[in-house]
């Protein structure tokens, strides 16, 4: 996959013969981006809460990629429920090798009031940054036979807001927007401090942090099943065309980030113009870059999930 010219995120290296999953696969930068690995020749599993959505985006990309039907496999995970994360990661575990995994599904308009999971965490963390959290390190083995990589999903909102999750579930002083960008801090510190700590275990994987800039739905081509924004979010999201993309071109960094073999752990990917357009490296907010910050955050993580990363069996398996 060694790169001799220069990246074109609408024609991808050859990915036959690589495996990828995705979470929060069944619509919005999480279908793209498994449309865009199939159409490379990737074998991908999708992966969601909904059976019922599965099933239609499955749909959508066998009906829009030839030959697509083969190398697709729904899975269900709800990264908010770590029951559901403990078996899905044991299923792909048993499968071998994993190329690389996009940690994508997330909380993006976060409930009004706060809101606890069956495991007793606010929402928003749960489903953006613990189940991830666990996710990562329960498939750190099937990651590290196949050298692999992990792409956590940042946010630009983290430049602008520069909230210190010192209280990370907010059982005080709640608020959606809030909750959304300690999430999102949060996600960004752990892609970082999952680098520093493969490194110094010698484990080959790498961590490798995304985010999609302003993309939105109405921008984003009508698919049956996946997109179907209303007339009204097609207007709205047209008056700000200039500071807006598809969740399609969205997806070209979390693709990018996920694949190109040039890319190294702890890099930070986006749209050329921050808000929209071609991939390209970019600079994490200073906050997500604290490494005293991501320490309590990963201790935080490991209390809540119980899951700590097997770093020593990682570094034994063949990559």
Same mark, same amino acid.
């Not at 994360?85 to 909380?107: E, F, H, P, Q, S």
């Not at 071609?278 to 999930?305: F, G, K, N």
């Given at each position: 996959?060694?790169? +001799? ?14 495996? &990828?999953?995705?979470?929060?696969? /069944? ?24 059976? /019922? ?25 709800? +990264? ?6 403990? =078996? ?9 090798? $994993?190329?690389?995994?996009? $940690?994508?599904? #997330? ?15 606010? $929402? ?23 050298? #692999? ?21 907010? @059982?005080?002083?709640? +608020?959606?927007?809030?909750? &959304? ?6 996600? *960004? ?13 010698? @484990? ?5 942090? =995304?985010?999609?800039?302003?993309? *939105?739905?109405?921008? *984003? ?5 996946? /997109? ?13 065309? #200039? ?21 190294? #752990? ?15 490296? =970019? ?13 309590? $955050? ?6 809540? *999930? ?14």
């Amino acid at each position: 996959m060694a790169r +001799t010219q220069p990246w074109d995120p609408r024609h991808l290296p050859d990915l036959t013969g690589r495996t &990828y999953l995705v979470t929060g696969a /069944n619509a919005g930068l999480g279908y793209f981006s498994c449309e865009q690995l199939v159409r490379a020749g990737a074998h991908v599993f999708m992966t969601g809460r909904s059976p /019922n959505r599965l099933m239609a985006s499955r749909a959508a990309i066998r009906r829009r990629v030839p030959d697509a039907e083969t190398r697709v496999e729904t899975m269900l995970l709800d +990264t908010s429920n770590l029951g559901s994360v403990r =078996a899905a990661a044991a299923t792909i575990g048993a499968r071998g090798g $994993l190329d690389g995994v996009l $940690l994508n599904a #997330g909380i993006v308009h976060p409930p009004k009031t706060r809101e606890v999971t069956g495991d007793g965490h606010e $929402l928003v963390f749960a489903t953006n940054v613990l189940g991830h959290f666990a996710l990562a390190g329960e498939l750190l083995r099937p990651l590290a036979r196949a050298a #692999g990589r992990m792409v956590w999903l940042g946010s630009m909102s983290t430049s602008l807001w520069r909230y210190d999750p010192v209280d990370p579930e907010l @059982v005080e002083g709640y +608020t959606g927007w809030r909750a &959304y960008v300690q999430s999102k801090v949060a996600t *960004t510190a752990l892609g970082l401090e999952a680098d520093r700590r493969l490194r110094a275990a010698g @484990v080959a994987v790498s961590s490798v942090i =995304a985010h999609p800039g302003y993309s *939105t739905s109405g921008r *984003t081509p009508g698919i049956v099943g996946v /997109n179907s924004p209303s007339r009204l979010t097609r207007f709205a999201d047209n008056l700000q065309l #200039g500071i807006t993309q598809s969740k399609e071109h969205g997806a070209w960094p979390l693709v990018r980030a996920l694949v190109d073999p040039d890319i190294e #752990g702890g890099e930070f990917w986006g749209p050329r113009s921050v808000v929209r357009g071609e991939p390209r490296r =970019a600079t994490a907010s200073r906050i997500t870059r604290d490494p005293e910050i991501a320490a309590r $955050l990963w201790q935080v993580c490991e209390d809540a *999930t119980g899951v700590r990363w097997d770093f020593a069996r990682a570094a034994r398996s063949r990559g």
